[in-house]
């Protein structure tokens, strides 16, 4: 049985559904996020800053992504990395927590054959999202404050998507240079929405985050 079928009947009542199920490495927490008016052809999944340093799907960035996509009637799913909360098994860099974002995909996928999955998030879940749009067909991928300097973003292959990446000017823990560097670089043509004045947690700045990648999703989506 599809261990999302319980929780896939929810995604037409709005709210936060917390919810759990068996993944490679074990347990597996996670929320599904539902709008008053669902969008039946899109889902996002976003992932979480970095597992060995207090991150978690409850993280206001990542907490603010998922308010964005409410605002745009798409449903979310965020969930806890291994070794986080009540999620099972150990930090794995980023491989096991992407091979975890795509037996979620995988999972409702099965259920919603025809959704478009939209690939986010914020830090070091930027690039869980990133190695799971590269292994999987995607509508998105939304980079918010990606750590390049301390993953290799070019691991393997070029991203089959329209990509939106959202950075700090004065981010303290990814230096903006090397992420501008990156975007002129890059083979993939990148949205780059900068925010001046602010630093990795976007204090200050979650509305206007939430406001920017609002309009720009909404030039990649349909009307419901």
């Known amino acids: 049985m599809n261990q999302l079928s319980s929780i896939y009947k929810k995604?037409?009542?709005?709210?936060?559904h917390p919810f759990e199920l068996q993944g490679g490495m074990g347990n597996i927490e996670a929320v599904?996020?539902?709008?008053?008016?669902?969008?039946?052809?899109y889902l996002v999944l976003v992932g979480h800053p970095h597992s060995l340093h207090g991150g978690t799907m409850n993280n206001k960035v990542v907490?603010?992504?998922t308010r964005a996509f409410t605002a745009l009637n798409i449903a979310s799913i965020r969930y806890n990395f291994?070794?986080?909360?009540?999620?099972?098994?150990?930090?794995d860099a980023g491989i096991g927590?992407?091979?975890?974002?795509?037996?979620?995909?995988?999972?409702?996928?099965?259920?919603?054959?025809?959704?478009?999955?939209?690939?986010?998030?914020?830090s070091f879940g930027s690039y869980v999202a990133y190695r799971a749009a590269l292994q999987s067909e995607s509508q998105l991928l939304i980079s918010v404050a990606p750590p390049?300097?301390?993953?290799?973003?070019?691991?393997?292959?070029?991203?089959?998507?329209?990509?939106?990446?959202?950075?700090?000017e004065e981010d303290d823990v990814v230096p903006y240079p090397l992420v501008e560097d990156f975007v002129a670089k890059a083979i993939s043509p990148i949205d780059f929405l900068r925010f001046s004045g602010t630093g990795h947690f976007f204090h200050g700045q979650l509305l206007?985050?939430?406001?920017?990648?609002?309009?720009?999703?909404?030039q990649h989506i349909e009307k419901p």
């Open 11 to 16: 995604r037409h009542t709005p709210g936060e």
């Open 97 to 122: 927590e992407s091979e975890d974002m795509l037996y979620i995909v995988d999972q409702w996928r099965a259920l919603a054959p025809q959704v478009k999955i939209i690939f986010a998030g914020f």
């Open 82 to 91: 291994r070794g986080v909360g009540r999620s099972e098994g150990a930090y």
């Open 208 to 218: 206007q985050l939430k406001t920017r990648l609002m309009d720009a999703v909404s």
């Open 148 to 168: 390049i300097s301390r993953f290799d973003f070019k691991e393997n292959a070029l991203v089959n998507a329209p990509w939106i990446l959202l950075q700090g």
């Open 63 to 65: 907490t603010t992504l």
């Open 32 to 41: 599904l996020t539902t709008p008053t008016e669902y969008h039946e052809r």
